[in-house]
Each structure stands twice: as structure tokens, then as C-alpha cells.
């Protein structure tokens, strides 16, 4: 069984930086990737970035390239997100993710086990 715990939201001003932190449980987890996701309040959750976890590639959202850095490290079962330069629009809740759906286009499909989430607000 994999469980997903993500840390290190919270309260910070535009322009500032938050790194977010996705530890799984186990010492066993092997996903084909990790994704990231948030949710505003009254919007759908959208896709905000992933990183496959052999190769360390990543993928972003549009809206945060350049923004915002995907890592991870593999010994540790853990996902980052740093994200720099931040907006008011970036404030939701954020969602880590694992999938284990071998494919070239896995980020954009289905995940098989979700975080609890985490809070973060941008203020202007």
C-alpha cells in the first residue's frame, strides 16, 4: 500500500518562495512518476507538474514554467516542488500523486494514489 503525505504549505507574499515536500510510505515504491495538482476554491483541480521517477523528467503546467521546479529523490521516496515568484492566483490546495501507468503521456493520465494536501495562499 502506498500513502502519500505532502508538507511545507503556507501563508507567503507575490514574489515569494515555498518548496512543498511529498514523502510516500514504505520502503518499497517504484511509481512510473509523481504528480502535482492543486485546487482552488469553487475550480476544478488542475495539473500543475510531474517528474517521472527513473528519469528525473519533468513536466509543467503553462502557467508556472519557469516558475516552478519539480524534483526528487529516489532514497528518500520523496517529491519536491519548489516554487518561486509566486501569485495570488497560485493560492489552492496542492496535491501530490504517484502513477504506476507505464505510458509516454502517464503525467497526463491516471493516478493511482493521492496526498492529503497541502494549503497555499499567496496574498497581494
Known amino acids: 500500500q502506498v500513502q502519500l503525505v505532502e508538507s511545507g504549505g503556507g501563508l507567503v507574499q507575490a514574489g515569494g518562495s515555498l518548496r512543498l515536500s511529498c514523502a510516500a510510505s514504505?520502503?518499497?515504491?517504484?511509481?512510473?512518476?509523481m504528480g502535482w495538482f492543486r485546487q482552488a476554491p469553487g475550480k476544478e483541480r488542475e495539473f500543475v507538474a510531474a517528474?517521472?521517477?527513473?528519469?528525473?523528467?519533468?513536466f509543467y503546467e503553462d502557467s508556472v514554467k519557469g516558475r516552478f521546479t519539480a524534483s526528487r529523490d529516489n532514497a528518500r521516496n520523496t517529491v519536491y516542488l519548489q516554487m518561486n515568484s509566486l501569485k495570488p492566483e497560485d493560492t489552492a490546495v496542492y496535491y501530490c500523486?504517484?502513477?504506476?501507468?507505464?505510458?509516454?503521456?502517464?503525467?497526463?493520465?491516471?493516478?493511482?494514489?493521492w496526498g492529503q494536501g497541502t494549503q497555499v495562499t499567496v496574498s497581494s
Open positions: 517528474i517521472s521517477w527513473g528519469g528525473g523528467r519533468t
Open positions: 500523486a504517484a502513477s504506476f501507468y507505464v505510458s509516454s503521456t502517464w503525467y497526463r493520465g491516471k493516478y493511482d494514489y
Open positions: 514504505g520502503r518499497t515504491f517504484s511509481p512510473y512518476g
